[in-house]
């Protein structure tokens, strides 16, 4: 299996698994495994860069918003204050921040994709990803836009073609002729463009 074939397989399977709570950890995992062989495949690394800010932009955001929530909380519970309100308002806040700081770069990886690949459903994805995630403080509205993004993320990989286009797979085990020469068309063997019958195993050559 090519690369691409290895980052479709992938790719869908870890967006598929991103809408199962509690294993949806995997599902990062893999989708960024799978944009690493297209990465690889096409020759660009800032495609898997981009992926790669866009997660850990997601954990660090995650990790700063809790610790600000745990934060206020245990203030509050020491001073009797009510600073634990405002510490999971501000907790919110960079989780939100990060979710958008995150979205910019999937929305830039998904579209060098969409270009290379000529998968436009990716572009699509990137779009919604973005979207999702400014309008995640309407919630619903938000959370709605990110899910139907997760969904068609599911379609764009399961929609990778096996070749890159302009890419096409060379033969396997088939001689390059060199100027002025030829090959046997029975035993394979070098030979020069004026020989009639190879001198290994008598063939007669066409003209």
Known sequence: MSKLGDAKLLGGIGSILLLIPGIN?????????????????????????????????????????????????????????TSAIGGIIAGLLVAWLALIFSSIFIRRAYDKIATR?????????????????ILIIALGLGFLV?????????????????????????PMNVPVSQPGMKYCSSCGTQLATSTIFCPKCGAKQST
């Open 25 to 81: 950890i995997v599902g990062y995992i893999l989708i960024l495994i799978g944009c690493k062989y297209i990465s690889d495949e096409l020759g660009d690394k800032s495609i898997f860069d981009d992926m790669l800010y866009a997660v850990i932009a997601g954990i660090v955001g995650v990790a700063a918003a809790a610790f600000i929530i745990f934060t206020g909380a245990l203030f509050s519970s020491l001073t009797f204050a």
């Open 117 to 133: 690949l000529n998968v436009g459903t990716f572009r699509t994805a990137g779009m919604l990803y973005f979207i999702g995630a």
């Open 146 to 170: 990110l899910l139907i993004a997760a969904i068609v993320q599911i379609v764009a990989f399961f929609s990778i073609p096996d070749t890159a286009p302009g890419m096409q797979p060379q």
